[in-house]
């Protein structure tokens, strides 16, 4: 079988997790590296997270490299109340066996994908856009080079979640994705409209618990958390697992509808700070260079997460 190569971008975060559990137990991806940026916690923070998480699923072979620790013109700024202080949730941290990878992720990012053949490598970004921005600003061929760039972000129909305008990872680091936006990168945005569709229901937490793996217990610790935390903070009942759909994307294209649009960020208003326009209209926009997830298959990516974390790890 021909794998995806794949480097995943992340602030882990307990969505995160769940999101790297998926690409760990998924055969058909090569995975070239998991690069960590601050975000839901301060990177030193979501490096260790990443490592923990990569001893849990026994893939030491995927190297780990920490990045940016703080997004380009703006104050850090976490969402530890809906990841924990430690960002995993209720999972006790511990001291990984293996160390980061020597480097900064944004040099790793270069050297993987300038070294590899065009499009042939994939990314999905979990946070903030803040690394691929860093890499895009040093090396602009990275654009042409990189395969679809499947990202967690943006709000439009639903709402925000860190404001009424604008979702968490695109408010925290607005002028990265408006970087990569305008970059000619081939993006795809999932947003609040289509990870709202995705929620882990009492049946499904319950299901991925009963598997019984390492990996299975942690995704399914996760999305507790997130059950608990939701209710308290938001009033839901099932909370969003927002960070996996674009990694199920680049599994199983089907389980999602996308239409193509061009998208701009707003980073000058305090107000709606880091909303993302979407314009779908071609003679308005002048070219429809982008793709907005606007429907999710929810059945279909717990099905796939199921199948990751599972004792035959069967995708
Ligand atoms: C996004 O923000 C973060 O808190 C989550 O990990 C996810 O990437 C959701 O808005
Ligand atoms: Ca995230």
Redesign the pocket.
Known sequence: MNKQALIIDC?P????AVALMLAFGAGAFDLLAITAVG??VPVQKTARNARMLRQIAGREDVPVFMGADRPLRREPAG?GE??GAEGLGDLTPFEPETPCAEGHAVDALIDLVMARPERSVAMAV??PMTNLALALRREPGLAERLGPVAV??GARSEGG??TASA???IWADPDAAAEVLASGCDVVLFG?DA?HQVRATEDRIAAVEAIGTAMADTAASMMRFSQRIEREIVGWDAPPV??PCPVAWLLQPALFELAPCRIRVETQSDLTRGHTAVEFRDAVAGGLPHRWATAADSDGVFALIAAAVGPGRTI
């Open positions: 602030d975060g307990v969505d995160d975000g839901n969402a809906f990841h979990l946070g967690m972000g979640n860190i979702e968490f990872n609040l990870t927002h960070d």
